[in-house]
């Protein structure tokens, strides 16, 4: 008998951050100037990160990019699939304006679009597709970052947004119907697919990058955390930031925007 997916996914969560959490930390340096650049990049964990990043590599070269490029064609059924979990995001972030946009979407391209083949709800009602997650939702209720991690198969991460890509394990509607209805094999490939869809995102993005940096993990460990930055200045604020306080900030956050549309 298979086990349960809740039970097959805490296994494998659960695995995956006993692993990362019993690893060699990195030694801190004991010269001033190498110790200040040490604490700057957040990254105690480097050496473990490395190797989970080495193992990522060599299953992303052989596998998963290769099987992404063949994907393309299916991202519009997988966006509609996360639109839910989307939505329940948006209503944890008191962001009533999106969660409307994102229920619209869901009822229409689920509905006109086919179970979100065509994107109906984009291109005949202005209705774009904006993404979120528990990560986010945490950062707006105040929770810290963390340190710079690395998890096996998920990639580039942190303690906070690890916590919301389990959340988004456990509670996301379309998998709890699907694993309620004793489909675990869809929940499974519906996982699976999200993870290809979100390769196929940055397919030409991270080729560009691999090809030109000298150090790629250090390359990718700045940019997935200005990008992170970036969704949170731009999408969700502190629940204790004043108005005043926004507009200062939306210069910066513009600007980063900038540079990290430049980058992809």
């Known amino acids: 008998m298979p086990l349960p997916v809740s039970v097959a996914r805490a296994t494998l969560l659960a695995a995956v951050f006993s692993v990362s959490l019993l690893a060699g930390c990195a030694t801190p340096p004991t010269d001033p100037e190498e110790r200040k650049d040490f604490d700057a990049t957040n990254d105690p964990l480097e050496p473990t990160n490395r190797f989970f990043f080495g193992f990522n590599q060599t299953l992303d070269h052989g596998f998963i990019r290769p099987v992404a490029i063949a994907y393309r064609d299916v991202h519009n059924v997988v966006v509609n699939l996360r639109e839910p979990w989307v939505f329940i995001n948006d209503a944890l972030q008191a962001d009533a304006d999106h969660a409307g946009i994102t229920f619209g979407r869901f009822f229409i391209n689920t509905t006109i679009g086919v179970l979100g083949i065509f994107d109906v709800a984009g291109s005949a009602f202005n209705l774009p ?54 489909l675990q094999a869809a929940v499974w490939a519906q996982s699976g697919v999200e993870a290809l869809d979100l390769r196929t995102n940055y397919l030409d993005t991270l080729d560009n990058l691999e090809r030109t940096s000298l150090d790629f993990y250090s390359t ?45």
Do not use: C, M
């Open 129 to 182: 597709h904006r993404d979120n997650d528990a990560g986010l939702t945490l950062a707006r209720w105040g929770v810290p970052d963390g340190p710079y991690l690395v998890l096996p198969l998920l990639g580039p991460s942190n303690p906070r947004d690890a916590v919301g890509t389990a959340a988004g394990f456990f509670l996301d509607p379309i998998d709890l119907y699907l694993g309620h209805h004793d």
């Open 220 to 264: 990718l460990r700045s940019i997935t955390r200005q990008h992170r930055q970036d969704e949170i200045n731009n999408r969700v604020k502190p629940l204790d930031v004043a108005p005043d306080q926004k507009q200062s900030a939306a210069p910066d956050a513009s600007g980063t925007q900038a540079a990290a549309d430049g980058r992809q």
